[in-house]
């Protein structure tokens, strides 16, 4: 069973640009989460979609958003990029269920803002 | 909103001793504790979780413990290799389809051969 795919692996840009990475989840899984990691930091929250609906939101500005599509792989996008939004960024997947299901993560992409 | 405190943030162990990683939460209501290990260039990897009706749980050389009352939790490894070698983070996430998991600040184990 292939896990959590991301692409691409590394992403450089320079200040104000836009940046979009994209994830694809397990097979069978609906929901689809986005985490920040800075360098020797934890994981931050930043989105979650189910069912192509965005179901939660981390404290992040409007600047990153996402979207789901019909076969559940997703975008993340970066816009106006500043030089703190150089971090690795995680995708994870999940089955969805009223009882908290697994988040299984991909290997991330890591940007870098010059 | 839950706040997931994890210690130590570094722990060194010589090969074959053990490694306890505590954390504690503060949400009473949350009731999935996944731990997930992050080598190095890779994503996290879910190792062992325990849901809150479950006071203990062991797969292997690893087990995890639960006190609801203290709400607090344990990550313990025996026998420890040198491939044990890697950040560990501890989580807490409430039920009810919400999926939000707050995450520890992680813990980077090195077992020294």
């Known amino acids: 069973e292939a896990g959590v795919t991301q692409s691409p692996t590394h992403l450089i840009k320079t200040r104000g640009q836009q940046a979009t990475l994209r994830c694809s989840p397990i097979s069978g899984h609906t929901s689809v989460y986005w985490y920040q990691q800075a360098l020797g930091l934890g994981l931050q929250f930043l989105l979650w979609y189910d069912e192509g609906e965005e179901r939660n939101r981390g404290n992040f500005p409007p600047r990153f958003s996402g979207r789901q599509f019909p076969n559940y792989s997703s975008e993340l996008n970066v816009n106006a990029l500043e030089l703190e939004d150089s971090a690795l960024y995680l995708c994870?997947?999940?089955?969805?269920?009223?009882?908290?299901?697994?988040?299984?993560f991909g290997d991330g992409t890591r940007l870098s803002i010059l | 909103g839950e706040n997931v405190e994890q210690h130590p943030s570094t722990l060194s162990v010589q090969e074959g001793d053990s490694a306890v990683i505590k954390c504690t939460y503060s949400?009473?209501?949350?009731?999935?504790f996944p731990w997930y290990k992050q080598e190095l260039g890779k994503g996290p990897q879910l190792i062992i979780d325990?849901?809150?009706?479950?006071g203990e749980k062991k797969d292997q050389r690893i087990a995890v413990t639960l006190n609801k009352t203290a709400k607090h939790f344990s990550l313990h490894i025996t026998e420890t290799q040198p491939e044990d070698s890697a950040v560990y983070f501890c989580?807490?996430?409430?039920?009810?389809?919400?999926?939000?998991?707050?995450f520890g600040t992680g813990t980077k184990l090195q077992v020294i051969p």
């Open positions: 325990i849901r809150s009706n479950v």
């Open positions: 994870a997947s999940s089955l969805r269920g009223i009882v908290n299901q697994p988040q299984h």
């Open positions: 949400d009473s209501a949350s009731n999935y």
């Open positions: 989580a807490a996430s409430l039920s009810g389809g919400y999926q939000k998991v707050t």
